[in-house]
């Protein structure tokens, strides 16, 4: 899909229906006299991996583990 580009004040006036067209895949380049001052995109979905209580299981509890709370955080978290 092409980037549409729109200045400052159309922004501003039609927010809400350029959001919804960035939630739906559009991407704009918004500028100020001429300029390009900065871009809206939609957010790239990506998939993340789900975890359950299974995972925690195959964590070493022995304290050789430096990063064993920062693993914990990710599945508990799903960080």
């Given amino acids: 899909m092409e980037t549409q580009i729109i200045?400052?004040?159309q922004l501003h006036k039609n927010l809400k229906q350029i959001s919804?067209?960035?939630?739906?895949?559009?991407s704009f380049?918004?500028?100020?006299?001429?300029k390009p001052v900065f871009?809206?995109?939609p957010i790239k979905k990506t998939?993340?991996?789900k975890r359950t209580i299974?995972?925690?299981w195959k964590i070493r509890f022995d304290g050789k583990d430096?990063?064993?709370s920062k693993n914990i955080d990710?599945?508990?978290?799903?960080?």
């Fill in 7 to 9: 200045g400052v004040k």
């Fill in 20 to 26: 919804e067209a960035a939630m739906s895949g559009e």
């Fill in 29 to 34: 380049l918004i500028v100020r006299n001429s």
């Fill in 39 to 41: 871009r809206i995109e």
């Fill in 47 to 49: 998939a993340k991996k």
């Fill in 54 to 56: 299974k995972d925690l």
């Fill in 66 to 68: 430096k990063n064993l």
């Fill in 74 to 79: 990710k599945i508990l978290y799903k960080l």
